[in-house]
Protein backbone atom coordinates (compact mmCIF):
# COMPACT_ATOMS: atom_id res chain seq x y z
CA UNK A 1 0.00 0.00 0.00
CA UNK A 2 1.59 2.97 -1.23
CA UNK A 3 -0.83 5.58 0.72
CA UNK A 4 -1.49 5.58 4.44
CA UNK A 5 -4.34 3.66 5.02
CA UNK A 6 -8.02 4.95 5.46
CA UNK A 7 -9.35 3.98 8.65
CA UNK A 8 -13.14 4.19 9.42
CA UNK A 9 -13.92 4.59 12.77
CA UNK A 10 -17.65 4.30 13.56
CA UNK A 11 -19.09 6.73 16.51
CA UNK A 12 -20.71 3.68 18.73
CA UNK A 13 -23.74 4.76 20.74
CA UNK A 14 -23.81 8.54 20.70
CA UNK A 15 -25.24 8.11 24.55
CA UNK A 16 -21.94 6.22 25.48
CA UNK A 17 -18.44 7.72 25.61
CA UNK A 18 -17.84 6.59 22.30
CA UNK A 19 -18.05 10.28 20.42
CA UNK A 20 -15.66 11.68 23.65
CA UNK A 21 -12.89 9.23 22.65
CA UNK A 22 -12.91 9.97 19.03
CA UNK A 23 -12.68 13.50 19.33
CA UNK A 24 -9.80 12.91 21.91
CA UNK A 25 -8.29 9.94 19.82
CA UNK A 26 -8.32 12.36 16.95
CA UNK A 27 -6.30 15.10 19.09
CA UNK A 28 -3.30 13.01 18.27
CA UNK A 29 -1.66 14.66 15.72
CA UNK A 30 0.85 12.34 15.37
CA UNK A 31 -2.06 9.56 14.32
CA UNK A 32 -2.34 11.87 11.08
CA UNK A 33 1.31 10.65 10.20
CA UNK A 34 0.34 6.59 10.33
CA UNK A 35 -3.12 7.06 8.45
CA UNK A 36 -5.99 8.69 7.45
CA UNK A 37 -9.39 8.80 9.76
CA UNK A 38 -12.62 9.42 8.62
CA UNK A 39 -15.29 9.25 11.55
CA UNK A 40 -18.81 7.21 10.59
CA UNK A 41 -21.57 8.81 12.51
CA UNK A 42 -23.34 11.94 13.28
CA UNK A 43 -21.44 15.04 12.93
CA UNK A 44 -23.67 16.91 15.51
CA UNK A 45 -22.92 14.02 18.34
CA UNK A 46 -19.13 14.87 17.64
CA UNK A 47 -19.45 18.58 17.65
CA UNK A 48 -21.43 17.90 20.96
CA UNK A 49 -18.07 15.92 22.23
CA UNK A 50 -15.57 18.49 21.52
CA UNK A 51 -17.49 20.43 24.27
CA UNK A 52 -17.44 18.13 26.58
CA UNK A 53 -13.63 16.74 26.39
CA UNK A 54 -12.68 20.50 26.49
CA UNK A 55 -11.84 20.65 22.59
CA UNK A 56 -13.86 23.08 20.72
CA UNK A 57 -10.88 24.19 18.58
CA UNK A 58 -10.79 20.35 16.81
CA UNK A 59 -13.08 21.36 13.83
CA UNK A 60 -15.40 18.76 12.16
CA UNK A 61 -16.05 18.60 8.72
CA UNK A 62 -19.11 17.00 7.44
CA UNK A 63 -18.34 14.62 4.49
CA UNK A 64 -21.17 13.50 2.31
CA UNK A 65 -18.48 10.65 0.84
CA UNK A 66 -14.94 9.68 2.36
CA UNK A 67 -13.68 11.57 -1.12
CA UNK A 68 -14.58 14.81 0.45
CA UNK A 69 -12.67 14.16 3.81
CA UNK A 70 -9.26 16.64 4.43
CA UNK A 71 -7.63 14.04 6.10
CA UNK A 72 -5.66 16.87 8.40
CA UNK A 73 -4.65 17.20 11.58
CA UNK A 74 -7.14 19.41 14.08
CA UNK A 75 -10.05 18.48 11.55
CA UNK A 76 -12.73 15.88 12.55
CA UNK A 77 -13.58 14.12 8.90
CA UNK A 78 -17.45 13.10 9.57
CA UNK A 79 -19.18 10.82 6.86
CA UNK A 80 -22.47 12.49 8.19
CA UNK A 81 -25.21 10.63 8.84
CA UNK A 82 -28.04 12.60 9.98
CA UNK A 83 -29.29 10.03 12.62
CA UNK A 84 -30.19 12.43 16.18
CA UNK A 85 -32.69 14.59 15.64
CA UNK A 86 -31.65 17.18 18.24
CA UNK A 87 -28.27 16.70 20.91
CA UNK A 88 -29.60 19.18 22.82
CA UNK A 89 -32.63 16.80 23.97
CA UNK A 90 -31.05 13.19 23.42
CA UNK A 91 -30.24 11.91 26.72
CA UNK A 92 -26.47 10.96 27.31
CA UNK A 93 -26.00 7.71 29.53
CA UNK A 94 -28.91 6.18 28.89
CA UNK A 95 -30.62 3.12 26.67
CA UNK A 96 -32.27 4.57 23.65
CA UNK A 97 -33.92 3.29 20.81
CA UNK A 98 -32.54 6.49 19.01
CA UNK A 99 -28.78 5.73 20.11
CA UNK A 100 -29.51 2.30 18.85
CA UNK A 101 -30.57 2.53 15.68
CA UNK A 102 -28.01 5.23 15.73
CA UNK A 103 -24.99 2.74 16.80
CA UNK A 104 -26.47 0.17 13.95
CA UNK A 105 -26.38 2.23 11.18
CA UNK A 106 -22.81 3.91 11.64
CA UNK A 107 -21.71 -0.30 11.88
CA UNK A 108 -23.72 -1.34 9.11
CA UNK A 109 -22.49 2.17 6.87
CA UNK A 110 -19.14 1.21 7.68
CA UNK A 111 -19.02 -2.17 6.28
CA UNK A 112 -20.38 -1.18 3.29
CA UNK A 113 -17.74 1.35 3.09
CA UNK A 114 -14.92 -1.27 3.66
CA UNK A 115 -16.55 -3.51 1.02
CA UNK A 116 -16.48 -1.33 -1.22
CA UNK A 117 -12.69 -0.62 -0.85
CA UNK A 118 -13.69 3.04 0.19
CA UNK A 119 -11.82 2.12 3.55
CA UNK A 120 -8.69 0.16 3.99
CA UNK A 121 -10.13 -0.72 7.68
CA UNK A 122 -12.72 -0.18 9.99
CA UNK A 123 -12.48 0.50 13.48
CA UNK A 124 -15.81 0.03 16.05
CA UNK A 125 -16.60 1.99 19.27
CA UNK A 126 -18.95 -0.16 21.89
CA UNK A 127 -22.23 0.15 21.11
CA UNK A 128 -25.23 -1.02 23.82
CA UNK A 129 -26.58 -4.48 22.47
CA UNK A 130 -29.82 -3.67 24.86
CA UNK A 131 -30.53 -0.54 22.57
CA UNK A 132 -29.56 -1.89 18.90
CA UNK A 133 -31.95 -3.92 19.61
CA UNK A 134 -34.82 -2.16 20.68
CA UNK A 135 -34.52 -0.26 17.52
CA UNK A 136 -34.28 -3.04 15.53
CA UNK A 137 -37.18 -4.58 16.72
CA UNK A 138 -39.27 -1.24 17.08
CA UNK A 139 -38.19 -0.54 13.47
CA UNK A 140 -39.16 -4.36 12.96
CA UNK A 141 -36.68 -4.97 10.19
CA UNK A 142 -37.35 -1.70 8.26
CA UNK A 143 -33.84 -0.06 8.85
CA UNK A 144 -31.72 -3.04 9.43
CA UNK A 145 -32.81 -4.99 5.87
CA UNK A 146 -35.13 -7.11 7.73
CA UNK A 147 -32.77 -8.45 10.46
CA UNK A 148 -34.39 -7.60 14.03
CA UNK A 149 -32.02 -8.46 16.17
CA UNK A 150 -27.87 -9.41 16.65
CA UNK A 151 -25.95 -10.66 19.55
CA UNK A 152 -23.49 -7.75 18.67
CA UNK A 153 -20.78 -6.38 16.23
CA UNK A 154 -19.22 -9.66 15.45
CA UNK A 155 -22.39 -10.97 14.50
CA UNK A 156 -23.10 -7.91 12.26
CA UNK A 157 -19.96 -8.01 10.75
CA UNK A 158 -20.56 -11.72 9.43
CA UNK A 159 -23.52 -10.84 8.28
CA UNK A 160 -23.29 -8.20 5.84
CA UNK A 161 -19.76 -9.94 4.82
CA UNK A 162 -21.62 -12.98 4.68
CA UNK A 163 -18.78 -14.65 6.76
CA UNK A 164 -19.57 -18.13 8.36
CA UNK A 165 -16.08 -18.42 9.93
CA UNK A 166 -14.92 -16.19 12.07
CA UNK A 167 -13.74 -15.82 15.43
CA UNK A 168 -12.57 -12.73 18.15
CA UNK A 169 -9.49 -11.65 18.72
CA UNK A 170 -8.38 -9.81 21.71
CA UNK A 171 -4.81 -8.20 21.50
CA UNK A 172 -2.91 -6.16 24.18
CA UNK A 173 0.98 -5.76 22.58
CA UNK A 174 2.02 -9.13 21.67
CA UNK A 175 -0.63 -10.99 23.96
CA UNK A 176 -3.72 -11.83 21.26
CA UNK A 177 -5.91 -14.23 21.90
CA UNK A 178 -8.69 -15.97 20.15
CA UNK A 179 -12.05 -17.78 21.49
CA UNK A 180 -13.76 -21.10 20.40
CA UNK A 181 -16.73 -20.09 22.24
CA UNK A 182 -17.42 -16.06 23.20
CA UNK A 183 -21.48 -14.71 24.04
CA UNK A 184 -22.83 -17.96 25.81
CA UNK A 185 -23.66 -19.66 29.01
CA UNK A 186 -20.67 -21.08 30.26
CA UNK A 187 -22.34 -24.61 30.37
CA UNK A 188 -22.78 -24.03 26.57
CA UNK A 189 -19.36 -23.14 26.26
CA UNK A 190 -18.17 -26.56 27.39
CA UNK A 191 -20.53 -28.18 25.28
CA UNK A 192 -18.89 -26.19 21.84
CA UNK A 193 -15.13 -27.80 22.98
CA UNK A 194 -15.53 -29.56 19.88
CA UNK A 195 -12.76 -30.83 17.29
CA UNK A 196 -13.68 -29.07 14.23
CA UNK A 197 -14.53 -25.76 15.79
CA UNK A 198 -11.36 -26.20 18.01
CA UNK A 199 -9.71 -26.72 14.37
CA UNK A 200 -11.39 -24.11 13.10
CA UNK A 201 -10.27 -21.60 15.78
CA UNK A 202 -6.58 -22.50 15.12
CA UNK A 203 -6.52 -22.17 11.53
CA UNK A 204 -8.47 -18.68 11.79
CA UNK A 205 -5.28 -17.75 14.44
CA UNK A 206 -2.68 -18.65 12.40
CA UNK A 207 -3.76 -17.04 9.47
CA UNK A 208 -4.54 -14.11 11.25
CA UNK A 209 -1.21 -14.10 12.77
CA UNK A 210 0.41 -14.56 9.13
CA UNK A 211 -1.72 -11.73 7.93
CA UNK A 212 0.05 -9.32 10.47
CA UNK A 213 3.63 -10.23 9.31
CA UNK A 214 4.75 -12.88 11.89
CA UNK A 215 5.72 -15.46 9.58
CA UNK A 216 5.61 -18.87 11.42
CA UNK A 217 3.22 -17.93 13.88
CA UNK A 218 3.61 -20.37 17.15
CA UNK A 219 -0.27 -20.88 18.15
CA UNK A 220 -0.32 -22.60 21.88
CA UNK A 221 -4.11 -24.04 22.48
CA UNK A 222 -5.23 -23.57 26.19
CA UNK A 223 -6.90 -26.53 27.77
CA UNK A 224 -10.72 -26.36 29.17
CA UNK A 225 -10.23 -27.91 32.20
CA UNK A 226 -7.85 -27.55 35.63
CA UNK A 227 -4.25 -28.82 34.95
CA UNK A 228 -6.07 -30.23 31.15
CA UNK A 229 -8.05 -32.84 32.87
CA UNK A 230 -5.32 -34.49 34.25
CA UNK A 231 -5.48 -37.71 31.98
CA UNK A 232 -9.22 -37.83 32.07
CA UNK A 233 -9.17 -37.54 35.90
CA UNK A 234 -11.08 -33.75 35.88
CA UNK A 235 -12.51 -33.87 32.40
CA UNK A 236 -11.86 -35.58 29.01
CA UNK A 237 -12.61 -32.91 26.34
CA UNK A 238 -8.58 -33.02 26.26
CA UNK A 239 -7.95 -36.06 25.41
CA UNK A 240 -11.36 -36.41 22.42
CA UNK A 241 -11.87 -32.92 20.91
CA UNK A 242 -8.94 -30.41 21.61
CA UNK A 243 -5.37 -32.69 21.44
CA UNK A 244 -7.09 -34.27 17.87
CA UNK A 245 -7.61 -30.46 16.59
CA UNK A 246 -3.77 -29.70 17.17
CA UNK A 247 -2.38 -32.87 15.96
CA UNK A 248 -5.50 -32.19 13.04
CA UNK A 249 -3.57 -28.30 12.89
CA UNK A 250 0.35 -29.95 12.82
CA UNK A 251 -0.34 -32.15 10.16
CA UNK A 252 -1.77 -29.11 8.03
CA UNK A 253 1.75 -27.57 8.59
CA UNK A 254 0.60 -25.34 11.71
CA UNK A 255 2.50 -24.98 14.78
CA UNK A 256 0.03 -25.95 17.25
CA UNK A 257 1.09 -26.47 20.65
CA UNK A 258 -0.80 -27.96 23.77
CA UNK A 259 -3.06 -28.86 25.01
CA UNK A 260 -1.55 -25.82 27.66
CA UNK A 261 -2.81 -26.03 31.24
CA UNK A 262 -4.47 -22.65 31.45
CA UNK A 263 -3.37 -21.31 35.01
CA UNK A 264 -0.13 -20.94 33.35
CA UNK A 265 -0.42 -20.36 29.37
CA UNK A 266 -0.81 -16.55 29.17
CA UNK A 267 2.30 -16.02 31.39
CA UNK A 268 3.94 -18.04 29.15
CA UNK A 269 2.62 -15.82 26.00
CA UNK A 270 3.48 -12.63 28.20
CA UNK A 271 6.96 -13.72 27.94
CA UNK A 272 7.00 -14.72 24.55
CA UNK A 273 6.72 -18.34 23.91
CA UNK A 274 3.52 -18.06 21.65
CA UNK A 275 2.36 -15.29 18.79
CA UNK A 276 -1.30 -16.56 20.23
CA UNK A 277 -3.68 -18.55 22.44
CA UNK A 278 -6.99 -20.48 21.24
CA UNK A 279 -9.10 -19.83 24.20
CA UNK A 280 -12.21 -22.43 25.32
CA UNK A 281 -14.58 -20.01 26.45
CA UNK A 282 -15.27 -15.95 26.34
CA UNK A 283 -13.84 -15.52 29.95
CA UNK A 284 -10.53 -17.71 29.52
CA UNK A 285 -9.14 -15.25 27.07
CA UNK A 286 -11.19 -11.77 28.47
CA UNK A 287 -9.86 -11.93 32.31
CA UNK A 288 -5.97 -12.10 31.64
CA UNK A 289 -6.08 -10.25 28.71
CA UNK A 290 -8.21 -7.29 30.35
CA UNK A 291 -6.07 -7.92 33.98
CA UNK A 292 -3.01 -6.73 32.08
CA UNK A 293 -4.65 -3.95 30.02
CA UNK A 294 -6.94 -2.33 32.23
CA UNK A 295 -4.85 -0.63 35.29
CA UNK A 296 -6.56 1.17 38.46
CA UNK A 297 -4.49 3.48 40.34
CA UNK A 298 -6.16 3.24 43.37
CA UNK A 299 -4.57 6.77 44.97
CA UNK A 300 -5.93 8.56 42.22
CA UNK A 301 -9.28 6.67 41.59
CA UNK A 302 -9.02 6.48 38.04
CA UNK A 303 -8.39 4.47 35.08
CA UNK A 304 -4.55 4.80 34.65
CA UNK A 305 -4.83 2.85 31.49
CA UNK A 306 -7.80 1.06 29.84
CA UNK A 307 -5.46 -0.34 27.06
CA UNK A 308 -6.94 -3.89 24.55
CA UNK A 309 -7.73 -4.04 21.28
CA UNK A 310 -10.84 -6.54 19.87
CA UNK A 311 -10.37 -8.08 16.71
CA UNK A 312 -12.77 -9.84 14.20
CA UNK A 313 -10.88 -12.57 12.37
CA UNK A 314 -12.41 -14.19 9.18
CA UNK A 315 -14.00 -11.21 7.69
CA UNK A 316 -13.17 -10.50 4.11
CA UNK A 317 -12.31 -6.64 5.38
CA UNK A 318 -10.50 -5.70 8.45
CA UNK A 319 -12.28 -5.00 12.14
CA UNK A 320 -10.48 -3.31 14.81
CA UNK A 321 -12.73 -2.22 18.16
CA UNK A 322 -12.13 -1.00 21.88
CA UNK A 323 -12.19 -3.45 24.58
CA UNK A 324 -14.59 -2.05 26.61
CA UNK A 325 -18.52 -0.89 26.76
CA UNK A 326 -20.09 2.26 26.16
CA UNK A 327 -18.67 3.76 29.09
CA UNK A 328 -22.94 5.39 29.74
CA UNK A 329 -21.61 6.49 33.29
CA UNK A 330 -18.76 8.34 32.14
CA UNK A 331 -20.74 9.87 29.28
CA UNK A 332 -20.74 13.67 28.75
CA UNK A 333 -18.00 14.14 31.64
CA UNK A 334 -15.28 14.58 29.17
CA UNK A 335 -13.16 11.92 31.45
CA UNK A 336 -13.02 8.98 29.14
CA UNK A 337 -9.74 7.28 28.57
CA UNK A 338 -9.15 7.28 24.71
CA UNK A 339 -6.00 4.44 24.85
CA UNK A 340 -8.25 1.32 23.36
CA UNK A 341 -9.76 3.22 20.87
CA UNK A 342 -5.83 4.56 19.79
CA UNK A 343 -4.47 0.87 20.23
CA UNK A 344 -7.35 -0.41 17.90
CA UNK A 345 -6.59 2.14 15.44
CA UNK A 346 -3.12 1.35 15.32
CA UNK A 347 -4.15 -2.39 15.05
CA UNK A 348 -6.18 -1.61 12.06
CA UNK A 349 -3.59 0.61 10.29
CA UNK A 350 -0.80 -2.23 10.97
CA UNK A 351 -3.25 -5.10 9.49
CA UNK A 352 -4.33 -2.95 6.54
CA UNK A 353 -0.32 -3.10 6.04
CA UNK A 354 0.33 -6.22 7.04
CA UNK A 355 2.49 -6.12 9.80
CA UNK A 356 1.65 -7.09 13.46
CA UNK A 357 2.46 -4.93 17.02
CA UNK A 358 5.48 -6.13 18.97
CA UNK A 359 6.10 -4.18 21.72
CA UNK A 360 5.58 -0.38 23.18
CA UNK A 361 8.50 0.70 21.69
CA UNK A 362 7.19 0.43 18.23
CA UNK A 363 4.22 2.52 18.75
Keep these: MNQKPIIGITMGDPAGNGPEITV ?39 CQKVADAQFTPGVID ?6 IRDPARFAIGQVSIEGGNAAF ?13 EVDATCTNALNKEAMNKALEAAGGANSDGYTHFDGHTEIYATYTHTKKYTMML ?27 VLEVIEIAHKACRDMGIASPRVAVAGLNPHCGENGLFGT ?7 PAIEAARAEGIDAIGPCPPDSVFSEALG ?26 REAKSWKAV ?22 ALAGKGTSNELSLV ?11 GSAPQNESEK
Excluded at 105 to 117: F, H, S
Excluded at 175 to 197: I, M, N, P, Y
Excluded at 237 to 243: F, Q, T, Y
Aim: with cysteine.
Design 105 to 117: QCVRKVIELAMAG
Design 237 to 243: EEIEEIK
Design 272 to 297: GWYDIVVCMYHDQGHIPLKTVGFVYD
Design 307 to 328: EGVNVTLGLPIIRTSVDHGTGF
Design 343 to 353: NAIDYAVRMAL
Design 24 to 62: KALAHAELYDRCRPIVVGDAKMIEQAAGFVGRPDMRVHR
Design 78 to 83: VLHLDL
Design 171 to 197: AHHDLRVVHVSTHCSLREACDRVKKAR
